[in-house]
């Protein structure tokens, strides 16, 4: 039977919403699917995997220098593991980018990155060209390392499964890395990644004072995320982790409203999959026009206020 690998993405806590997705494909593939979960006190997250329907099998290797899950620690670990499966994935999120490269590289394989379906156990959709083409690509490796777009698969059941969970033993810690400390962002809002709705923001908005001022009365309406055009990042307005874009995240919710966004190739590539996508811009020939399912051509200094008067 095809035995697949599935890489748990975790803080050591909780498991990522983007494990679900991850496994969601592995289930389009078909097989036998195995959850690894490498971490330091993570025996929740192992638990938490169990859960999920579908999933055989649960490996858990629990050790210290597995505690900031560096790249080059879990690679060696993934590869050590990678015996008598066909198919490793894991999530195209930072941890997934970062790490699932050196384990091709290591196995001497290519990688099939952010996949977004699946026609047959050897072949695979990926977007190219900043998703404005799809290819299809069939590869003949004896095991296919493939990222996941999480946003082309709706995401496993998180209940139903029952799984066995089986302690492995660790790879050796290889001391090339080591993490000296993390700048968390903490929001009460949702994760940009896993929102239903998300507002986000352009260079239009001016600064980041008027950012906040114009959106997060509007983001409060809908509990929804905040995010930004890189043009608003790279003036300052908000942190890099608000980018959605092809060089930030990818994200397709519910509901879009992208506001004075003047929707450039590279941001359209992270949200046009995004099921309705409303647009505010006082440019009615911008990009963005041509993607949104609803458009007003406004000063959104105007617009966006008398929209959260409206919905009271």
Known sequence: MTQLLVIAEHDNASL???????????????GEIHVLVAGSGCASVAAAAAKIAGVAKIKLADAAHYADQTAENVAALVVSQAAGYSHILAAATGPGKNMLPRVAALLDVAQISEITAVES????????????????????????????RTT????????????????IAAAADLGLTKLIGREITKSARPELG?????????????????????????????????GASRAAVDAGFVPNDYQV??????VAPQLYFAIGIS?????????????????????????IFQVADYGLVADLFQAVPELVAELG
Do not use: C, W
């Open 16 to 30: 990522k919403a983007a494990t679900l997705n991850t496994v969601a494909a592995a289930q389009k593939i078909g």
């Open 121 to 148: 156990q050897d072949t695979f959709v990926r977007p190219t060209y900043a998703g404005n083409a799809m290819a299809t690509v069939k590869s003949a490796d004896a095991v296919k390392v493939i990222t996941v």
């Open 152 to 167: 082309g698969f709706d995401p496993a059941a998180g209940e139903g499964g029952s799984a066995a969970i089986e302690p």
């Open 194 to 226: 896993a929102a239903k709705v998300i507002v986000s923001g352009g260079r239009g908005l001016g600064s980041g004072e008027k950012y906040h001022q114009v959106l997060e009365p509007l983001a409060d309406k809908f509990n929804a995320a905040l």
């Open 245 to 250: 874009g092809q060089t930030g995240k990818i």
């Open 263 to 287: 929707g450039a190739i590279q941001h359209l590539a992270g949200m046009k999959d995004s099921k309705v996508i409303v647009a505010i811009n006082k440019d009615e020939d911008a990009p």
